[in-house]
């Protein structure tokens, strides 16, 4: 049966084709508020782009606009050169993965994956060979008659995945689909499913309020907050340069430390940000009290008082804690980031704007921002680009 | 005995003390009863053996009640769940009005059925009644629909139709709510036209209430007379003349008790493999959650 299958799709390179999807100034109110707002960005073709924030951040929204389950208040959503304006959500040519899985109960695993082509009016003699080809691809080939009800949850989360990718529809969105899977099942999943992306060369937007799903499974996370894309750009720059003190925060486990820059001996008016492994405790520099130590195996996670800041220190476990409980801490200062404490937003290591930061920057003092000064940035955004 | 059988017992004790007087015991007095006599004056009941049944199976008001309470059936139940089940896809979605609808379809559910039997008196009195009135705007001639012959069934089945509907439509209301709307747009979203999503994921989701439903409507396709006494008595020349009204004819008015627990036990037997064959046939058919 596996081998029928395979030579009679030898010739279908389903996902050759999958296209990028930008999203120009989308905005989305709903009569007491806007879920999203003046959202732009770049999805990019074959890549996987995570949408990442706190709940009530406005990602499943932006994923429900791109589906087409609702329509935009503002702005537009291009997808391979044409804008997709109110087309329902069938034409748009995408595949989707519910958090809940929308498996329906009532129908077997294989009916559930063919479900799409059986309405499309497929041909039997085509659903056949595509069936037992995605299901050999998911491990499902032993559970094609059961119910839904009779899988375990990672079961019911393959078949979700099948639905998927029998459609050939080369975007794929996922709201939140591990969310219902225990934590081993979880890291098991993320594996999956970014193989499998990278193997069909899938562009896909994954929803996740998880920042270590997006930082070990995405090529491009967007940050969301209250509506708003807080910071884009790959794991490793949201992580290394955080455009503010919510990115900041929000990735890392645990987050970065943030400090009133005065407490740590540095000129005042900022916030300094150092993450928890960057910090190592020294003979001179900031006075630093232990207060607690929480053991992983590895690493040592130590709670110290700063000046009154509270901050995590990560060091190897064998390393041991320090006899005396004053101490000092220090830092290599390339990895000092620091915040404007009102705004909360990044500043250079010079006092200005930090690379990352160039865009909430040019929307923040947009108002203000004089023409040479916008001249300056532009030469800044390229080169973060570059 | 153990403890906890005699706690069992217990708990179900109440229950079975009620079941049992007004159920179970005067079923199976009625069951006895139709193989006696009805006393009579002077001649007190005695045994009689099939005699009640011979007697029925050559009464020909039996068997035009018979025809009568099937075609009263075939309208009423198919009618009264499909109306049911519009109403609710109706009164489901985003309407405008959508709980004055809900309630103006409910309405006639709280209304006792004699009341529901007076106002369609009303409509249809001949000459000035509602449906005349209409009928009169567009020329047509004044009409007795429940005083004729080949009119008078439907009309009274209408009645219980309107009564019926939106009962019923509560119930499918429930059903379509418990729908997850993820499956919907998952539907949608694989290009599922709605007269797909609605033969492939709504009605197969609502067969348990489905089910329920139709045993129900056919429980009332038998029970339900209470407008027929209002309206027709049965008549004219036993058109609407249905098993239960017969019953209770043959019962309280020519007080032929025997007779009455004869026709009775017919009745309850056709409803318990009415009952039964439903629950296997289409049980099987249905996805339970």
Known sequence: ???????????????????????????????????????????????????????????????????????????????????????????????????????????????????????????????????????????????????????????????????????????????????????????????????????????????????????????????????????????????????????????????????????????GGAMAGLRPEDMHFAAAGAPARVKSAEYLGADLLVTLDVAGSEAVLRQPARAGLPADAALYIGWAPEALRLFDAATGLALAPGGGLSQANEAQANEAQANEAQANEAQANEAQANEGRA | MRRETIHAWLMLLPALVVLATFMHVPAVETIIASFWSTARGARPSHFVGLKNYERMIADPVFWQAMRNNLVYALVTVPLSMGLALVMALLVQGRVAGRAFLRMAFFTPTVLPLIAVANIWIFFYTPGFGLIDQIRGLFGLHAQNLLGTGSTALYAVAAVAVWKEAGFFMIFYLAALQTIPPTLIEAARLEGASRWQIFRRITLPMIMPTTLFISVNAVIDAVRLVDHIFQMTQGGPDNATNILFFYIYRVGFQFWDTAYAATLTVVMIVILSLLALGQVVLIDRRVHYK
């Open chain 1, 1 to 267: 049966m596996r081998d029928v299958a395979r030579t009679q799709t030898p010739t279908r390179t389903p996902f050759a084709a999958a296209p990028g999807i930008s999203l120009r100034g989308l905005g989305k109110r709903f009569s007491t508020h806007a879920a999203v707002q003046d959202v732009s960005f770049e999805i990019p073709a074959g890549a996987l782009t995570v949408l990442l924030g706190p709940s009530g951040c406005g990602k499943s929204t932006l994923l429900r606009l791109i589906a087409g389950f609702e329509a935009p208040t503002a702005g537009e959503i291009v997808m391979a050169g044409r804008s997709l304006g109110d087309l329902p959500p069938a034409q748009r040519d995408i595949a989707m993965v519910f958090q809940s899985y929308a498996l329906f109960p009532h129908l077997t695993v294989a009916e559930n994956i063919t479900f799409g082509l059986s309405v499309r009016g497929t041909a039997k003699a085509e659903m056949a060979p595509r069936l037992a080809r995605v299901a050999q691809i998911m491990g499902l080939e032993t559970l094609l008659d059961r119910k839904p009800a009779q899988l375990s949850g990672g079961q019911q989360q393959r078949v979700a995945l099948a639905r998927a990718v029998i459609s050939e529809r080369p975007v794929c969105l996922m709201d939140e689909p591990l969310s219902n899977l225990d934590a081993k099942l979880r890291a098991e999943m993320r594996v999956e499913i970014r193989a499998l992306q990278k193997r069909l060369g899938l562009t896909m937007v994954y929803v996740t309020h998880d920042q270590v799903e997006a930082m070990t499974m995405a090529d491009r996370i967007v940050l969301m907050n209250a509506g708003r894309v807080e910071q884009e750009g790959t794991p490793q720059e949201i992580y290394a340069h955080p455009a503010s003190t919510f990115a900041a925060r929000f990735i890392g486990s645990p987050p970065m430390n943030l400090i009133p820059a005065d407490r740590l001996g540095l000129p």
